[in-house]
């Protein structure tokens, strides 16, 4: 558990605790060893005044050996707006205790991306990667949470890595793990990939469980695509080819998007 110290110094003897201010999400911050590497980052940007200043904010704060886990020179080589980017995504613009948390949910972060949040008793892990060691540690504009990982954005992961995080994709990450095709996700791309949630896995569990490896092998390949196809790319009708050598004909009609008539595009 981590302990902090604050002292506070009355400036009369007539002071009363309303005088007295709890500290910020920067100060906590900054009072703690274990977070100089995400001081200096917010500082670096910026960021160290805004969650010094007024608001409702929850941190999942990375710890100094968190930072130090990542690939060697990756915090160097990052832009500033690119570290911004990863801060932000540590941030929500809301103040959330871990008893606030439901088993599964998404949430919004400042950065617009969402983050992928599991709860189970007094663990609480986020985006599959990251755990939370030390949950409410309080501020007087919201609330830290320290975490033993980066999270990144999806713009800094690969395929295989944003699939990994989103609690609703897990079948088809076993799915793709049972068919050996995690290397084929991570080479040569871009890829685009219509992934399958748990609840679509799940409607067709007693065809699947009788595939081989080879026919699973096919189902998935009939999900991706060459290139990288935005939402705002696709037409009204079109037809691509899948790398498993058959078409997909995409529909775009009122602003949802259908694949071969059923399967409809539920996030982009």
Known sequence: MLAFAITLNAC???ATSSDMQDPSITEIAAS?????????????TGLDAALDGDGEFTVFAPTNDAFAALPEGTLESLT???LEAILLYHVLGAEVFS???????AAQTLNGEEIF???SGSSV???AAASVTTADIEARNGVIHVIDAVILPDAFGTIVDNAVKRYFLSSLVQAVIQADLVDALLGDGPFTVFAPTDEAFAAIASVAAGLTVEELTN????????????????????QVTA???????????????????????TTV
């Open 117 to 119: 949040v599991t709860a």
């Open 12 to 14: 009369s003897d007539d």
């Open 99 to 105: 008893g606030q948390l439901e088993a599964q949910q």
């Open 243 to 265: 790398l498993n050598g058959e078409t997909l004909t995409i529909e775009v009609s009122g602003g949802a998007a259908t694949i071969n008539g059923s399967a409809g595009i």
């Open 32 to 44: 703690n060893a274990q977070f100089s590497t995400l001081v200096g980052a917010l500082q670096a």
């Open 219 to 238: 189902v998935l390949l009939y999900h991706v695509i060459q290139g990288e196809v935005l939402s705002t790319d696709l037409q009204p009708t079109q």
């Open 125 to 127: 892990t986020v985006n």
């Open 80 to 82: 500033e707006e690119q």
